[in-house]
Nanobody, 120 residues
Framework: VQLQAFGGGLVQPGGSLRLSCAASGIIFSINDMGWYRQAPGKQRELVAGITAGGSTNYLDSVKGRFTISRDNAKNTVHLQMNTLKPEDTAVYYC???????????????WGQGTQVTVSS
């Protein structure tokens, strides 16, 4: 199983970016999916999470600006980021709780990280 994230880049304050993450390989089901971020010198933090049923949760500082969504048919998760601020600058990682086979235990997989830089 692999997770591949893409969509990061450089954007001005107030701008928008959309991150996407696709899971591939042998996958029976995916439970929770999420986006984390890690800024230099800081701990990795959960930005947004989404359950298989579509329930979401967000870091307080991104509520109202970021939206997480998923496409269960395509094993993808997205993060729409609007009104970006310099403090959103970080490497963003996707993760997913994946059951590779029907009778296997689920495991958490991580994407490779994509850089988001918000600067004028």
């Amino acid at each position: 199983v692999q997770l591949q994230a893409f969509g990061g880049g450089l954007v001005q304050p107030g701008g928008s970016l959309r991150l996407s993450c696709a899971a591939s390989g042998i996958i029976f089901s995916i439970n929770d999916m999420g986006w984390y971020r890690q800024a230099p010198g800081k701990q990795r933090e959960l930005v947004a999470g989404i359950t298989a049923g579509g329930s979401t949760n967000y870091l307080d500082s991104v509520k109202g600006r970021f939206t997480i969504s998923r496409d269960n048919a395509k094993n993808t998760v997205h993060l729409q980021m609007n009104t970006l601020k310099p403090e959103d600058t970080a490497v963003y990682y996707c993760n997913a709780d994946i059951r590779p086979r029907a009778h296997a235990y689920p495991s958490v997989y991580w994407g490779q990280g994509t850089q988001v830089t918000v600067s004028s």
